[in-house]
């Protein structure tokens, strides 16, 4: 693969959870769904740590912001890293067949005006990042809005100039960093254009018509999401059940293990009384007191 991980940047409505699904059938990729920008925070906390570290005077113990100068913005670009991919990879962090992971999201349209500066922080963050940029056509997105009730759309002319805004942002990010950013649209993925390939190309994965057509035969929205945990819902009381199974069977070998403990402490005792030379000493009475009680028991 060409990159370590993966960021699809775009908005609501472009598709981005079907090219999602297209990267992720490949076993090495990884790329996680929405999560309301969460980087955006660490961005910003970034943000006030280089501006505070500009403080002057910040090692006098008398000024407002004593400590300043000893703030280390590389070690929290260091542990952003860290845990960043360990939220991401999740449940998959032991999969050694994943080389490259990421997510994609779509809450930059009239959500982060910087967007070119957060671009950058999470070049920073992400191991050799590729953004791809996911855009459709602006009139089509308008529909796919209005079909599903999407909150905040006022008129068609405010809806295109918001993403005639947000696409301006991407490509001037792009432009600063073309060796990391690939433009594709929803029609070149439903389509199978050959955009769609030269992205796999760009990305160094190869590309599967078959694999891309599976992809394309499931539907890719909420509903699906909510029908999973719903059919995890049915399996719950299997799923307790087999914690149960498994706290009883973890007390039963703790119960074990103490048991055996006890009787390894016994059986040290025994034979540290047995090398004792007391238990030497008074080994011929024991022996005359256990003749005199058979020669007892065998007269009664």
């Given at each position: 693969m060409n990159f370590e991980s993966i960021l699809i940047i775009t908005y609501g409505r472009s598709g981005s959870t079907l090219l999602q699904g297209v990267l992720n059938a490949h076993e090495e990729i990884l790329v996680r769904g929405e999560n309301f920008n969460f980087c955006f925070q660490l961005f910003e906390a970034y943000r006030a740590l280089k501006k505070t570290k500009k403080k002057k005077n910040g090692i006098v113990p008398q000024h407002p912001f004593f400590g300043s100068a000893f703030l280390d913005e590389n070690y929290f670009l260091s542990m952003a890293r860290k845990m960043v991919k360990n939220l991401l990879?999740?449940?998959?962090?032991?999969?050694?067949?994943?080389?490259?992971?990421?997510?994609k999201e779509i809450r930059y349209e009239n959500d982060i005006e910087p967007i070119i500066e957060y671009l950058s922080f999470l070049k920073q963050i992400f191991?050799?990042?590729?953004?791809?940029?996911?855009?459709?056509?602006?009139?089509?997105?308008?529909?796919?809005?209005?079909?599903?009730?999407?909150?905040?759309?006022?008129?068609?002319?405010e809806v295109i100039n918001s993403?005639?805004?947000?696409?301006?942002?991407?490509?001037?990010?792009?432009?600063?960093?073309?060796?990391?950013?690939?433009?594709?649209?929803?029609?070149?993925?439903?389509?199978?254009?050959?955009?769609?390939?030269?992205?796999?190309?760009?990305?160094?994965?190869?590309y599967s018509e078959e694999k891309i057509q599976n992809v394309l035969a499931v539907k890719h929205n909420y509903n699906i999401e909510q029908k999973r945990v719903s059919n995890l819902g049915k399996n719950s009381f299997k799923m307790k059940k087999i914690e149960n199974n498994f706290r009883i069977v973890s007390i039963e070998d703790r119960n074990l293990s103490r048991l055996e403990k006890q009787l390894a402490n016994k059986e040290q005792k025994i034979k540290a009384l047995e090398n004792s030379i007391s238990w030497k000493i008074t080994a011929p009475l024991r022996w005359?007191?256990?003749?005199?009680?058979?020669?007892?028991?065998?007269?009664l």
């Open positions: 990879l999740a449940n998959q962090i032991e999969n050694k067949k994943i080389k490259c992971y990421g997510f191991p050799t990042p590729a953004f791809i940029i996911n855009t459709r056509d602006k009139q089509e997105v308008i529909d796919s809005r209005v079909n599903v009730q999407w909150k905040g759309i006022v008129d068609s002319k993403l005639k805004q947000t696409e301006k942002a991407f490509f001037d990010f792009a432009k600063e960093n073309p060796n990391s950013c690939f433009h594709i649209t929803y029609k070149d993925v439903i389509e199978k254009t050959e955009q769609l390939k030269l992205l796999h190309s760009f990305l160094g994965v190869p005359f007191v256990g003749l005199f009680l058979n020669r007892s028991n065998k007269k």
